[in-house]
């Protein structure tokens, strides 16, 4: 995210300057107010997908999460078909008999105790995928040395924006993901687009690339995820918590997506 | 509202009912005169009814004996003097002014007109003061150092003073209409300490809540980079505060950064901040004088709901040529003045440039950062031309630009042009017409690619002035003026820059809009002891086409309800609002060293501005009023009590009440910026804040200090936020103490500390966490809003000026600024971020962690601990 003002703090600072960072030790948590956190996927992919429930937990916790069992979690989509999640473990529901497919709706209704959390979705087109390429290149200014992966796609022909969001992995670890929005609605337009990770690997490196299609309101949400992410150094003004697409005042997404997996081993 | 402004007005006209138009001489009294000399009469007839007489000592045998007592009309009392001096008097008001008989039958009133100039450059003086001991009254020069000033016939003892200038006292014969232009000498810092601050100006003759600041201070006050600064000095001013290091956003008497003005000759400024706020658009070589106002407005300003800061540039020397600048470790600037012809005409050039990337690039040329420039640069220029001594022209300039390049290129900048002619119409009208024309930009340009675009945002303004200052009598004056401003607004233009670029073209509406102004303020002196300002700026506020106007069904503006569109054409009304800004001053004298001041100021703001909070500092969007978002209009009701303990201590109390009505907040700041119904992402409050500030300014010895302290409480209700509950805003800070302290070590060197000390900021803590998408999220509860303060804040900065040797002989003149910026501090923080801390130890990574036995997520204040030393050497010659 660009911000001018503070980099040019930064910059100056880091110049000059040695940063120093101290923790609040002596810092009033305010008072923890629990909230149900849930996160769901659905995909075009053959099942299992998972839905998660979980609940957040105190600020100063040293547990990072805390699921919650015995809900009740029930997909269904606009074909009529609908399922009751089996709890896979504990606040880990699993979906196994419906398919997610292009252009269909699908519905989320999550019940803990007296509260239904309920949200819709519905699966949006996914970027044409023409080529993944990778090659080396060499220490220069602000590259390093190591195996960079390029990604060339299309737009697919729908008269809309498409957002799109990519999970990159190395050897199995999730080490970036991103949202893009693909900002020309023209169906006409067959213009590539290319994405260059700055990622280094190495050779013998597995790279792994999920690319999901996502709704406006789902690109929404991972942008305010981002912010938040990226307000590192920054306490003025109001944060906000995402704007979830789940009803009730639920923290967290649902998602049905269109998705693409694609693997490469550099060699 | 009715009745408020009833009652201003009912009170101005009982005191002017009140005022004994000539029932004086009727007045009984008891007096006993048993042969006693005139001069004590005199003093005694003072004592028991409060008239004061006007008479020159030698005209008048006070020695002459008079024989009176019993009950008598003063008029008899009078006539008995008289009769025994051989004079006659004459009722000006409350005063008696005795007068040799033979003048009495041409008794009148003449009008004594002129400039007040400083004595070497001729720049006229703003605000000079020219005091007539016997009358007890005086006149401030405008804005253009004009005066004007109607006394009876008489010889007067008058002095002519202003801050920094040694003050001109002189005896004056008036007796036919005057034309008199005064020279003031500056005072030499250093060689010979003359008092400062003028007591006269100090007690009766100010705003309240207004300061002017000493240019020459602006050096003595440590600078972060040594870089001078006049908002370093407005920050050291009671009731201004900073938010964070680094950054020149002002909070002034708790309002937002948003609700100040910034005007260089007039010309309104979108963006004061060079360098993110290391420095600011003002080049102090460059400047004549800084007004601070934020309590009472004088009528000729509109549109800050906090503070106006009145910057006027320097007009350039017209009698000879000076050169001046500085050499700093960020920044050097030179300045270029000298008359184009003698006496007659002038010009001023000055310009600065910032090598800060330079020397970062020197620095990091290794790192493969992707840093490639920092600077700024800017230009003031400014020209004056005397046509006869009653035209004068003026043409100003300035023109600044910022750029930051990384991979991508952001650039933003002022560039504003004002003309204005000065016009003496009459021995007692001076008339100023300007035109004024100031432009913003915010650019950036993205690296070359397939995602290369260029962004564009401006924000422009246009304004017509014609301003009037009347001096109908030696107590009273009247400012009136009308003013036409109009604005355009273009948020956002968006257009791809290369054949590859797949960005196609995106623009927002630009917003126009125009406000027409009147205004009348009317300066009197209605008894000896009490001078009253009072006035009112009517304005007419117009949203103009093109542009669309949403219909939404419900209230909230939301997307959702929107219902239909309606286009305007050019020009056409949008949206129209009408008010009333009434302000009052009133001035009374306690006795010779005490003053108490009240006074009452509305303003209106009529656009509304955002920043994007990622961005911080450069970039805003400013929302025009309309149906769905009204103006901002604050009421600031203030008292204060100055008292000047002796020649060199000066201390005052003042206490403020603010109401503001239509502020406005948003959650959505990046949708904000990027829509064009800007309404459905802009959430409507009120609020206020009250507050009371001690000043203490002295001088003991070889010690100069100025001893700041306020304390203050801001509240704000905003529908939608912390269940539409008050809460405080995240620049509520509480106290504030702020102490400077000069040591003059010898005739060369002069040492100066700051010490600052900040009440802790409010801020928002999360309330839990959760992991979604492989994330640790903050979880925020905003129905229980900035519960918590970070600690409070405290700096200590030091500077040391050395002055070269002065030799008569020589032009040239340097001194050389050691600063140490933040020689001491604590809880200096910048910001606040959350991390992931391993073993409690927030500098283990985690490959160096070994064994973890906790890891959490915690907020970690960011601050930078060391110490800024600098160095600059100042010129001129």
């Given amino acids: ?267 | 509202m009715l009745v408020r402004y009833f009652l201003i007005f009912l009170t101005i006209f009982l005191v002017t009912s009140a005022y004994p138009q000539t029932s004086i001489s009727d007045k009984l009294i008891n007096v006993d005169f048993r042969d006693k000399p005139l001069k004590d009469v005199i003093n005694e007839l003072h004592d028991i009814s409060g008239i004061s007489f006007t008479y020159s000592e030698n005209m008048i045998p006070l020695k002459a004996r008079i024989n009176l007592s019993g009950q008598y009309k003063i008029s008899t009392i009078l006539d008995e003097i008289c009769r025994q001096g051989a004079i006659q008097f004459t009722i000006v008001g409350d005063q008696v002014v005795f007068h040799k008989k033979h003048d009495s039958v041409n008794y009148k009133r003449y009008t004594i007109k002129g400039f007040i100039t400083d004595s070497l450059t001729n720049e006229t003086l703003i605000g000079a003061s020219i005091y007539f001991y016997q009358l007890k009254t005086g006149q401030i020069s405008n804005e253009y150092g004009f005066y004007s000033a109607t006394l009876p016939k008489g010889n007067y003892k008058a002095q002519v003073s202003y801050v920094g200038y040694k003050p001109l006292i002189f005896e004056l014969e008036i007796d036919s209409n005057l034309t008199k232009d005064f020279k003031l000498e500056p005072e030499i810092q250093g060689i010979k300490e003359i008092v400062v601050k003028d007591s006269v100006i100090n007690l009766h003759s100010e705003y309240l809540g207004s300061e002017r600041l000493n240019l020459l201070e602006s050096g003595n006050i440590p600078a972060m980079f040594g870089e001078p600064d006049i908002v370093g000095l407005l920050m050291s001013k009671v009731g201004v505060q900073s938010i964070n290091e680094g950054t020149s956003g002002l909070h002034v008497r708790g309002g937002s950064v948003h609700d100040n003005i910034f005007q260089l000759d007039e010309a309104p400024l979108f963006n004061i901040n060079h360098l993110g706020g290391i420095s600011s658009v003002f080049n102090p070589d460059a400047l004549k004088a800084v007004n601070i106002y934020k309590g009472a407005f004088p009528v000729e300003y509109g549109g800050g709901l906090a503070s106006v800061v009145d910057v006027r540039m320097k007009e350039g020397n017209q009698s000879h040529y000076v050169v001046k600048g500085g050499i700093g470790i960020i920044s050097s600037r030179l300045m270029i003045e000298g008359p184009i012809k003698k006496e007659k005409s002038s010009f001023l050039i000055s310009a600065r440039r910032s090598y800060l990337g330079d020397l970062i690039r020197a620095f990091t040329k290794e790192s493969g950062f992707s840093f490639k420039n920092l600077y700024f640069s800017d230009i003031n220029a400014k020209s004056n031309i005397t046509l006869n001594n009653r035209n004068r022209l003026f043409f100003s300039g300035y023109s600044g630009n910022d750029i930051f390049e990384e991979d991508n290129a952001f650039s933003w900048g002022n560039i504003l042009g004002v003309v204005r002619w000065n016009h003496v119409l009459n021995e007692k009208t001076f008339v100023n017409t300007t035109f004024i024309r100031s432009h913003y930009s915010f650019n950036l340009k993205t690296s070359p690619g397939y995602n290369a675009f260029t962004w564009k945002s401006t924000i422009d303004s246009y304004t017509g002035k014609l301003d009037f200052d009347l001096y109908t009598g030696y107590n009273l004056s009247h400012s009136l003026g009308a003013v036409i401003n109009y604005m355009k607004f273009a948020p956002i233009r968006i257009n791809p820059y290369s054949e590859e670029s797949i960005i196609t073209s995106f623009e927002l509406e630009p917003e126009q809009c125009a406000v027409y102004s009147l205004y009348y303020e009317a300066r009197k002196q209605l008894f000896r002891n009490l001078k009253v300002n009072i006035g009112s700026r009517f304005n007419l506020y117009q949203k103009l086409g093109p542009g669309t106007r949403y219909i939404y069904d419900e209230n909230d503006y939301s997307v959702n309800d929107i219902t239909d569109t309606i286009r305007y054409p050019s020009n056409q009304v949008i949206y129209r609002y009408f008010n009333l800004e009434p302000r009052l001053n009133i001035t009374y004298l306690l006795d010779s060293t005490s003053s108490l001041k009240a006074a009452y100021s509305r303003t209106t703001k009529f656009f509304h501005s955002f920043r994007l909070n990622n961005f911080i500092l450069t970039l805003d969007r400013l929302v025009a009023s309309s149906q769905y978002i009204q103006p901002s209009e604050s009421d600031i009701y203030s008292l204060g009590y100055f008292k000047n303990l002796n020649r060199n201590i000066s201390c005052s109390a003042e206490i403020y009440y603010k109401n503001t009505d239509g502020i406005t907040e948003t959650m959505y700041d990046v949708k904000l910026l990027t829509e064009n119904h800007p309404e459905s992402y802009i959430l409507r409050g009120n609020g206020y804040a009250y507050g009371i500030e001690f000043n203490v300014n002295g001088k003991v010895g070889r010690f100069k200090g100025n001893l700041n302290c306020s304390w203050s409480r801001v509240r704000q209700k905003i529908e939608g936020i912390n269940n539409n509950k008050y809460y405080p805003p995240y620049y509520d800070r509480g106290q504030d103490v702020n102490f400077n302290l000069q040591y003059r070590l010898s005739k060369r060197i002069l040492i100066s500390t700051n010490t600052i000390f900040l009440g802790g900021r409010y801020i928002n803590m999360p309330v839990g966490k959760y992991i979604v998408d492989n994330k640790i999220l903050p979880q925020y509860d905003y129905t229980n809003l900035n519960l918590e303060k970070l600690p409070p804040y405290y700096r200590v900065d030091m500077a040391v000026t050395i002055s070269g040797k002065p030799r008569p002989l020589r032009r040239w003149k340097g001194n050389l600024e050691i600063c140490i910026y933040n020689l001491y501090s604590k809880n200096k923080y910048i910001g606040l971020m959350y991390r992931n801390v391993l073993n409690n130890n927030p500098d283990l990574a985690q490959q160096d962690a070994g064994f973890i036995s906790n890891q959490t997520l915690k907020p970690l204040g960011i601050s930078f601990s060391s110490f800024i030393p600098s160095i600059t050497y100042n010129f001129s010659f």
């Fill in chain 1, 1 to 267: 995210m660009i911000r001018p003002g503070m980099k040019i703090l930064l910059v100056v600072f880091s110049f000059i300057l040695y940063a120093c960072e101290e923790i609040f030790e002596d810092f009033n948590v305010k008072e923890y107010k629990s909230n149900i956190v849930i996160e769901g996927i659905i995909t075009d992919q053959d099942p299992p997908y998972y839905v998660k429930v979980m609940e957040t937990v105190s600020f100063g916790d040293s547990i990072r999460e805390k699921y919650i069992s015995g809900a009740e979690v029930i997909i269904s989509d606009n074909e009529g078909k609908k399922e009751i999640l089996l709890m896979e473990k504990e606040g880990i529901y699993r979906c196994d008999s419906i398919k997610g497919k292009l252009g269909n709706t699908y519905r989320l209704e999550v019940r803990v105790g007296n509260s239904i959390f309920t949200s819709q979705c519905k699966i949006a087109p996914l970027v044409i995928v023409d080529s993944v390429i990778y090659y080396f290149r060499e220490k220069a200014g602000m590259y390093n040395e190591g195996y960079y992966i390029h990604f060339f796609g299309r737009k697919p022909q729908t008269d809309s924006v498409n957002y799109y969001k990519y999970n990159f992995y190395r050897n199995g670890h999730l080490i970036t993901n991103r949202i893009y929005s693909n900002l020309i609605s023209d169906a006409s337009s067959s213009i590539e687009q290319e994405f260059d990770f700055e990622e280094i690997f190495k050779l013998n490196d597995t790279a792994d690339l999920e690319i999901f299609s996502l709704t406006e309101e789902n690109f929404e949400y991972f942008l305010d995820v981002n912010e938040l992410v990226a307000s590192d150094y920054y306490v003025f003004g109001y944060h906000r918590n995402p704007e979830s697409n789940i009803s009730n005042g639920a923290l967290g997404y649902f998602l049905a997506s269109a998705c693409k997996k694609i693997r490469i081993i550099i060699k």
